[in-house]
């Protein structure tokens, strides 16, 4: 019985153990992609989350694929996206809706990719797109220095180079070179900004908010791509006026209630005795009160002398 105990729990640990090693390989992977269609941007740097869909713990194109497709065409990689064997591997059949016959390519980091078989790593950045031309592949493809500037602000000058990458007839391969007085465009629109002989450019990013940066040339590129999202800078912002406090409203003065004035009349003297009565406002009201007002100290002390004087008139009046 122990030995049966001890079996069960070492399977139990096992298959456990078993189970988070292959959640930890099917956790996916975050990379950047960029998608064009026949020189049109269609998916710019946005970052895709890859999952090991076979379980094989590799993340390939053919992955990548299915998951922007997945994220970001309409019908997701069901209605965009198909890949099939080959004479040369895994293919792509069918690019963003376009089944062409197999003008498609694609980059990693910016270098043409063997097969969709090809593995991808966290932060990488991946590049798929559909030739204009078709029949003959001359597009070239094009690339900046940087494919994101997530924390630019406006008004910031952002230094690029363009590169682009094209088949060598005299070496056999693909090379690449800079691309020179290409137009640079800020989504889709052409700006003044040109590059030079080196393929450098210094761009002024006049607009905040998310932003793509291309370019066009004298030929066919498969469009370099910079996704910038520009904070509004301070001169830009504007700062709503204070709100106006309401002028305190105004107590009115307490109505000044004439003094009431009792005559107390002896034989010796008259004696005034004086009340003052003030004002006092509730909720805007007024309403008369009598309080111990400073006057009616020396009206007192006035009372009590004569009072006195009073009282010893009559006393002289009687000793007589």
């Not at 305190?248 to 002896?266: F, G, K, Q, S, V």
């Not at 034989?267 to 006092?280: E, H, L, R, V, Y």
């Amino acid at each position: 019985m122990k030995k049966t105990g001890i079996i069960i729990l070492t399977a139990a640990i096992c298959t456990q153990a078993l189970a988070c090693l292959a959640s930890a390989e099917s956790d996916p992977i975050k990379i950047s992609v960029t998608v064009a269609n026949a020189g049109n941007i269609v998916v710019a740097s946005e970052e895709v989350a890859v999952a090991d869909r076979d379980g094989d713990g590799k993340y390939t194109l053919d992955e990548a694929l299915v998951a922007v497709h997945d994220q970001f065409y309409d019908g997701g990689a069901a209605a965009g996206y198909a890949s099939k064997m080959s004479d040369w591997g895994l293919s792509i059949q069918t690019l963003w809706g376009v089944t062409n016959g197999g003008s498609y390519g694609y980059t990693v980091n910016n270098k043409f990719a063997n097969g969709l078989g090809d593995t991808l790593n966290a932060g990488d950045y991946f590049c798929a797109f559909v030739y204009q031309d078709a029949a003959g592949y001359s597009d070239h493809y094009s690339y900046f220095n940087i494919h994101a500037l997530p924390d630019a602000k406006q008004g910031d000058t952002v230094a690029l180079t363009l590169t682009e990458t094209a088949f060598d007839a005299a070496t056999g391969s693909m090379s690449d070179k800079p691309v020179a007085n290409a137009a640079i465009t800020v989504d889709g629109k052409e700006t003044e900004y040109k590059t030079d002989a080196n393929g450098s450019v210094s761009v002024k990013l006049d607009n905040a908010g998310d932003q793509i940066i291309s370019a066009k040339a004298d030929h066919l590129l498969i469009p370099a791509v910079v996704r910038v999202n520009a904070a509004a800078s301070a001169a830009s912002e504007t700062t709503a006026a204070p709100e106006t406090t309401a002028a305190p409203e105004t107590t009115a003065a307490p109505d000044t209630t004439a003094a009431e004035t009792t005559t107390t009349t002896t034989a010796a003297a008259t004696t005034s005795t004086t009340k003052a009565t003030s004002g006092k406002t509730t909720a805007g009201k007024t309403t008369g009160a009598k309080t111990g007002d400073s006057n009616a100290v020396p009206a007192l002390a006035v009372t009590a002398v004569l009072a006195c004087g009073t009282a010893l008139a009559l006393r002289r009046r009687t000793d007589k």
